[in-house]
């Protein structure tokens, strides 16, 4: 098993940042990578960025490239998604998605963001 817990969301302007965390816990040797999505109010859940637990690689969704940047810190079994120029419809709650090597995905509870205009 693995634990994620989510971090650092909260209310921002637009044009602002934030940075939140993704901590996990448990069996973090068998993570094969990590994920940020977000669900908007009324909307479905949405993929923003990946990375590998051990290589570092990433991905970004179109929508996010060039705003948000995805980092970890290994020794803190920490992943992190710096978030920037922030709009009014990046609020969501946002969640972490452990993914390990045997397939088995495991969710964080989730930090609103919200960004006033």
């Known amino acids: 098993q693995v634990q994620v817990v989510e971090s650092g969301g909260g209310l921002v302007q637009a044009g602002g940042s934030l940075r939140l965390s993704c901590a996990a816990s448990g069996r973090t040797f068998s993570i094969y990578n990590m994920g940020w999505f977000r669900q908007p109010p009324g909307k479905e859940r949405e993929w923003l960025a990946t990375i590998t637990w051990s290589g570092g690689s990433t991905n970004y969704a179109d929508s996010v490239k060039g705003r948000f940047t995805i980092s970890k810190d290994n020794a803190k079994n920490t992943v992190y998604l710096q978030m920037n120029s922030l709009k009014p419809e990046d609020t969501a709650v946002y969640y972490c998605?452990?993914?390990?090597?045997?397939?088995?995905?495991?969710w964080g509870q989730g930090t609103q963001v919200t960004v006033s205009s």
């Open positions: 998605r452990a993914t390990v090597t045997w397939g088995s995905d495991y």
